[in-house]
């Protein structure tokens, strides 16, 4: 169980992680990255993946979080396209997951998704089971517009996942886990590892604040009239590890209880530490990991705490 962070490949970035004690990284796949899956040559991943193994960087996981459900019916499909070359990116880099959201149509319910999850994602692991590689969706809920309570992401609760591993019963198909998310929702991430412990491929370390004097005004809605500073609801907001209400002590308990063998990466989404940075507009899930990422404050101050509590960052 290695530490790492989601970030955009770059030489700096690879070094600060070295620099810093990160001994691995899920790497943005986005088509705007560094790491397009449609346009990148075999020399420039050979020099990429020299960089890392200098730096002794191990990639666990690439990361591409679109909507695959996507009313937009052109959305939907380049999505899909796309992905099946981030599969193929993973099996040349020779990575064994990808991490990804299940995607939703926001303007149907969760169950009569499912019909469109199950056709999209046993193609989906039909092309992973070829190449070697396992499908890791986040338990994010994505709700893009909190104050319409639309959301992109079928998979945010135990009770989903349950019915997404029935519908599409591969082997190659399971879970990133994200205990903030889950913090805010009121489900128990304990509880949810054991349950689920076999289906668990990655886990992003991201921590929340709880602001309980704002929940109390607003309720679980959130903030109606004004807006919500950074990317919560405004009774809610994201943290570096260490920083909000997770309990890591129990949380990585739980994974070695269940025998989990992946990677922890840290998922900078700190709504105070990036206020020392200067970022430019939010439009995509991609520019979050490229503007979050240019403070480096909540990086290492997660590394400070995560890395005495996970046996194999703690003994050097």
């Given at each position: 169980m290695k530490l790492g962070f989601y970030g955009e490949y770059s030489e700096e970035t690879v070094r600060?992680?070295?620099?810093?004690?990160?001994?691995?990284?899920?790497?943005?796949?986005?088509?705007?990255?560094?790491?397009?899956?449609?346009?990148?040559?075999?020399?420039?991943?050979?020099?990429?993946?020299?960089?890392?193994?200098?730096?002794d960087i191990e990639v666990s996981t690439l990361g591409f979080y679109p909507n695959y459900l996507d009313p937009n019916k052109e959305e939907s499909e380049k999505a899909q396209r796309y992905f099946l070359n981030v599969l193929k990116l993973a099996e040349r880099m020779n990575v064994p997951v990808v991490s990804t959201f299940a995607g939703r149509d926001p303007y149907k319910s969760v169950v009569d998704n499912i019909p469109a999850f199950k056709e999209v994602f046993s193609r989906f692991c039909e092309e992973a089971e070829k190449r070697n590689i396992r499908i890791a969706i986040e338990n994010c809920p994505m709700v893009e517009n909190y104050k319409l309570q639309h959301s992109l992401?079928?998979?945010?609760?135990?009770?989903?996942?349950?019915?997404?591993?029935?519908?599409?019963?591969?082997?190659?198909?399971?879970?990133?886990?994200?205990?903030?998310?889950?913090?805010?929702?009121?489900?128990?991430?304990?509880?949810?590892?054991?349950?689920?412990?076999?289906?668990?491929?990655?886990?992003?370390?991201?921590?929340?604040?709880?602001?309980?004097h704002v929940k109390a005004r607003t309720g679980q809605y959130g903030t109606l009239f004004t807006k919500a500073d950074g990317l919560g609801h405004g009774w809610w907001r994201g943290r570096t590890p260490g920083w909000g209400d997770v309990n890591w002590q129990k949380l990585i308990s739980a994974l070695i209880e269940v025998n989990y063998k992946g990677n922890i990466d840290i998922e900078h989404e700190d709504d105070v530490f990036v206020k020392n940075i200067e970022i430019a507009e939010i439009k995509e899930e991609s520019d979050i990991v490229k503007q979050y990422a240019k403070d480096k404050s909540a990086l290492i101050l997660g590394y400070r705490h995560l890395s005495r509590l996970i046996p194999s960052a703690a003994i050097k």
């Open positions: 600060f992680a070295a620099e810093v004690g990160f001994k691995c990284m899920e790497l943005s796949a986005w088509p705007d990255s560094s790491l397009n899956a449609d346009t990148i040559t075999d020399k420039r991943l050979a020099e990429i993946q020299k960089d890392l193994e200098k730096h992401n079928i998979a945010h609760s135990p009770e989903v996942w349950e019915v997404m591993f029935q519908e599409v019963p591969s082997d190659n198909l399971g879970l990133e886990i994200d205990p903030a998310h889950m913090v805010w929702q009121g489900i128990d991430y304990v509880q949810a590892i054991r349950e689920f412990g076999h289906k668990i491929f990655h886990v992003h370390a991201k921590d929340v604040e709880i602001l309980h």
